[in-house]
DNA sequence: GCGCCGATTGGCT
DNA sequence: GCCAATCGGCGCC
């Protein structure tokens, strides 16, 4: 393959397919790792490679926004299907942002929690008020407001929104900790980051 | 109706 | 390390 096709190939974007997300949360979690996260919100492009993602499991998980089926209009995303964005408003403040996971609803979602920043600098350092490069998208509402994602994003089929999700591989494989920022099942090991990124959050 | 809490963050002591 | 911002859901009268 000359240089060329090299070019074409590495530049080749692959939409996840919805079969990805009809998996269970840790897995998807998991292997979202290294994927390209790409938004062309109100025109303006930007994307990052994902560091840094965490599993919920829905209905049976004391951390999730779903448990026991408890179910409102806020996070009536978890009951849709794979592959649909879920994004609710945290502490009535920052937008957070996940992916539906599994096969029935409210099995699972994943929070995306930081990515490297990887195009559209210029409109990331505006948005998020020319903070320090390394915190641009360094946890859930950083990384939603350097993407530009609100609740206009919430149950959009993926492949169909305005954000949308790329394969890509882990640079390092992901190594898997505690969920950071929670206070109920707090040892499950659902927190995936890739090896060594420096663009990942930190629990306080 | 009222008070508390949360998958967060930035600013200040 | 501490706390406010700011909203929606919940439990509790």
Redesign the pocket.
Known sequence: MGMKGRTQVASQRILLPVSFFRRPADVVARELIGALVVSSVRGTRTAGRIVEA?A?LGHRDP????YRN??????EG?YGPAGNW?V???????W?A?LVAGRTPNEG?V?LRAVEPLEGLPAMRRR??G?ADR?LA??????S?ALGITRSLDQWPMHEAVVQVYRGDPLAPPVATS??????AVDWPLRFVEGGTRWA?RP?
Not at 63 to 66: K, L, N, R, V
Not at 70 to 75: P, S
Not at 88 to 94: A, E, R, T
């Open positions: 965490e919920y951390a999730s926004h779903g408890r179910r409102h209009a806020q996070n978890l879920y609710y408003l945290s502490y009535g403040v920052h957070c996940n979602a929070l998020r008020g903070v915190l360094a946890g859930p509402g950083r990384l407001q969920r950071i920022g929670i206070t109920r959050s306080r």
